[in-house]
């Protein structure tokens, strides 16, 4: 089979846009997913959109079972999966009904002919059929029997048509492969491998591929294929990675710059449940993972680990940080190092499982009982989660502290090029554990106290059963150094103000705030989590047409870094981007009296950077009129 990446009719674009859509069973996941990894081969820049029906077993052919996979491949350096797609593969009506409304004016929709029947039509709530009622017509229609041609394919190899049909989605992905010139060798050699020991699969599969591929040329579609030039990245070797599997991998590398054995006490949650699976692959780096019976057992037998001397780790989702809001206390109270990942989707309560969103802040904040706080860690893109877990387990480790490591679904399940590391140059963790007795009491024998501190207020971390460093801590509080359970008002007063005044001092060991833009600009957009591709977008845009813009990401949440209260104060106009209802607005305006001004978005997706450029520049009109 050829390739044409270098074809010479392909007409050249910096970059395309393609959303896949179809039943939940139509493998549209995969084929995105194999559709991006022959891109990032090629050498594109590239960013991805996952999306899932909420749905675990949506009735076929319905709105709510239609599952959609959203790519940007560039020849330039992207940060979102694209305002809207300029190419819709619709596997069925609910599928075009569902997603039409997103594709670009003009835009191109390749549809699989053969599930347009009635019975399909009225599933999806079609009172005509949109290919003969004309509104499609402002759009660029190929309708492709992918469905029966899959089924001709694959029928002299003895596959059955039902069976057959699973395979159409290689169909649309060797179409899809031939159109915009992606490699074919990858995908072919995926199939192998994938299917290995069924040999049925990988020919129907393969078969399917190959006819998809060899379709656009025999359907005589010249005039549609695309060609995008690999983009111009800094060398090295790169992997395609998704944000659970990065924030896993730096996981493992903290603890492995610590010197640390990593413990995960976790209970399945969407959509963190992946970090659970991928951790479980990795007990050659001494990763114990333990899938408790609830989240308040999960969380608790982390902290037992944490008491016990390991790098304790919980994942979950909001509602599970609400389960665990108690056991968290409880770690803030007795000062060990634990890190609670909260990979955020909608809510309130069971919410939005399969969407986005990242309104967890104020609860990572605020929600346990008293005054307990403890330092706040975002990530903001995929990649990005591998520094955000190494640094969240820093924190952790060097302040003997719970630390919240925030990310969402949307960084979760999206995917982008990720540079690999050198090994070398990844951040040392600085872990030190008591070894002696620390004190001596009135007759002059050595004692050891768990709340005596050092300079920056950190108690001695000692693992049970080390000689003569026998303490307790726990739930009842204590009295600061001896560690001796306390009633003493003074003690309790004193005892809350060291707790704050510990994490606050975590500023004073924080990078410098970053000004990215105009210096002088009228207008700063701050972000946090992942808004960060958006802004990043729209400030491209911004900054090419001449406009004085400021952008701010902020990854440490709690505390603020030192600088930024200044550094917002500069600016005329400060803009909040959050999905949520404004709550990073609340924190910047009671800790900073600065103006911030929210925009907001609750709806399970991600901003676009269209959506935030224009807010912008509507914006800087108004400042000018």
């Known amino acids: 089979m050829t390739d044409l990446a270098d074809a010479p009719n392909a007409r050249d674009v910096d970059r395309v846009v393609i959303r896949f859509a179809g039943d939940s069973g139509d493998g549209m996941q995969l084929t995105g997913d194999r559709f991006t990894s022959a891109s990032a081969l090629f050498g594109n820049d590239l960013a991805t959109l996952p999306e899932f029906p909420a749905e675990i077993r949506a009735p076929a052919g319905t709105l709510a079972g239609v599952s959609a996979f959203q790519v940007q491949i560039s020849s330039e350096p992207i940060s979102t999966p694209g305002d809207e797609p300029t190419v819709l593969v619709a596997m069925n009506p609910a599928a075009l009904m569902s997603d039409l409304n997103r594709l670009a004016a003009g835009g191109t929709i390749i549809a ?88 049925a ?77 991928e951790l ?145 140059s990844l951040p040392a963790i600085d872990v030190s554990y008591a070894t002696e007795p620390n004190q001596t009491n009135e007759d002059g024998e050595p004692v050891f106290w768990p709340f005596a501190r050092d300079e920056k207020l950190v108690r001695p971390w000692a693992v049970p059963g080390t000689p003569g460093l026998m303490h307790r801590v726990g739930g009842l509080e204590k009295s600061d150094g001896p560690g001796n359970v306390s009633y003493d008002p003074a003690n309790h007063g004193r005892m809350t103000d060291i707790r704050a005044e510990r994490i606050d001092r975590i500023a004073d060991d924080l990078p410098d705030v970053v000004v990215e833009g105009s210096p002088g600009a009228k207008v700063c957009l701050v972000g946090w989590g992942s808004t960060w591709g958006a802004i990043r977008g729209a400030m491209r845009r911004l900054t090419a047409d001449g406009l004085d813009v400021a952008h701010i990401h902020i990854q440490h949440l709690h505390p603020f870094p030192n600088g930024l209260g200044e550094a917002l104060r500069s600016f005329d106009r400060v803009i909040v981007p959050e999905l949520n209802k404004g709550q990073l607005v609340k924190l910047l305006r009671a800790e900073f009296l600065v103006d911030a001004q929210g925009v907001n978005k609750v709806m399970g997706q991600p901003f676009t950077a269209a959506e935030l450029e224009s807010i912008v520049r509507q914006t800087l009109s108004e400042m000018e009129g």
């Not at 479980?280 to 780096?285: G, R």
């Not at 990005?384 to 924190?395: G, L, P, S, T, V």
Request: charged letters at 20%; proline letters at 7%; one cysteine or more.
């Open 201 to 277: 699969v990988i020919a129907a599969n393969t078969a399917a591929f190959k006819a998809g591929h060899a379709y656009g040329e025999t359907a005589e579609l010249g005039s549609h294929v695309v060609s995008i030039a690999p983009a111009s990245l800094p060398p090295g070797e790169y992997t395609n990675i998704n944000g659970n599997t990065a924030l896993s991998w730096g996981l493992i590398a903290a603890s492995v710059q610590a010197g640390l054995p990593l413990f995960l006490g976790s209970y399945p949650i969407t959509p963190a449940s992946d970090i659970l699976h």
């Open 280 to 424: 479980a692959k990795h007990k050659n780096f001494g990763v114990r993972t333990f899938q408790a019976e609830d989240e308040i057992a999960a969380v608790s037998a982390a902290i037992g680990a944490a008491y016990g001397g390991h790098l304790a780790i919980t994942t979950t989702s909001g509602p599970g940080v609400a389960l665990k809001g108690e056991a968290i206390g409880l770690a803030v109270s007795m000062e060990l190092p634990l890190v609670i990942v909260d990979i955020q989707r909608g809510g309130p309560s069971t919410g939005l499982p399969t969407k986005t969103e990242a309104s967890d802040l104020l609860m990572a904040m605020y929600g346990r009982h008293g005054e307990s706080p403890m330092p706040v860690v975002a990530a903001h893109s995929p990649a990005q989660c591998f520094d955000a877990a190494i640094e969240a387990c820093r924190i952790a480790l060097e302040y003997k502290t719970p630390v919240m490591l925030l990310s969402d679904g949307y960084l979760a399940n999206s995917s982008e090029p990720w540079l690999l590391p050198d090994v070398d």
């Open 112 to 199: 699989n002919d053969d599930a347009f029947e009635e019975r399909n039509l009225e599933k999806a709530g079609y009172v005509d059929n949109p290919f003969e009622d004309g509104s499609l017509d402002g759009y660029t229609l190929i309708r492709v029997p992918m469905t029966r041609l899959t089924r001709e394919v694959c029928e002299p190899l003895g596959v059955k048509p039902r069976d057959a049909e699973r395979s159409k989605n290689f169909f649309a992905l060797g179409l899809v492969s031939w159109m915009y010139t992606r490699p074919t060798e990858p995908t072919l050699e995926w199939i192998a491998q994938k299917f290995a020991g069924r040999d």
